[in-house]
C-alpha cells in the first residue's frame, strides 16, 4: 500500500516557475519508477516525466528542455522543477508509481498559468 501526496502548485504568470512535490508514504518507493503526468479537463491525462530507481529521467516532448524531474531517495520523494511556464501547462498535476502489485496516483495539485 502507498499513499502520495502531491504539492506546489498555484497560480504563475506565464514565464514563471513551480517546483512540485510528491512524497511517498506507507512504502519505500525507491526502487521503482516513478512519474508526474497532467490532465485538463475533457482531455486524457498525459505523461510529463518518470525517473527510474536508478534516477534516469524521460520526458514527454512538451517537458524536454524546461521541466526537470528529480528524486530524493532518503525522504521518500520527487519533484518536478517546471520553468518557462505557458499557458499550456495549466493542468492538474498527478504523482505516479507502478510497483509490481498496483498502480498508484496521488489526488492531484493543480497549475494554473496565466498569460
Known amino acids: 500500500q502507498v499513499q502520495l501526496v502531491e504539492s506546489g502548485g498555484g497560480l504563475v504568470q506565464a514565464g514563471g516557475s513551480l517546483r512540485l512535490s510528491c512524497t511517498a508514504s506507507?512504502?519505500?518507493?525507491?526502487?521503482?519508477?516513478m512519474g508526474w503526468y497532467r490532465q485538463v479537463p475533457g482531455r486524457q491525462r498525459e505523461l510529463v516525466a518518470y525517473?527510474?530507481?536508478?534516477?534516469?529521467?524521460v520526458y514527454a516532448d512538451s517537458a524536454k528542455g524546461r521541466f526537470t524531474i528529480s528524486r530524493d531517495n532518503a525522504k521518500n520523494t520527487i519533484y518536478l522543477q517546471m520553468n518557462s511556464l505557458n499557458p499550456e501547462d495549466t493542468a492538474a498535476y498527478y504523482c505516479?508509481?507502478?510497483?509490481?502489485?498496483?498502480?498508484?496516483w496521488g489526488k492531484g495539485t493543480l497549475v494554473t498559468v496565466n498569460s
Open positions: 506507507g512504502r519505500n518507493v525507491a526502487g521503482t519508477t
Open positions: 525517473i527510474s530507481s536508478g534516477g534516469t529521467p
Open positions: 505516479n508509481t507502478k510497483p509490481p502489485d498496483s498502480l498508484y
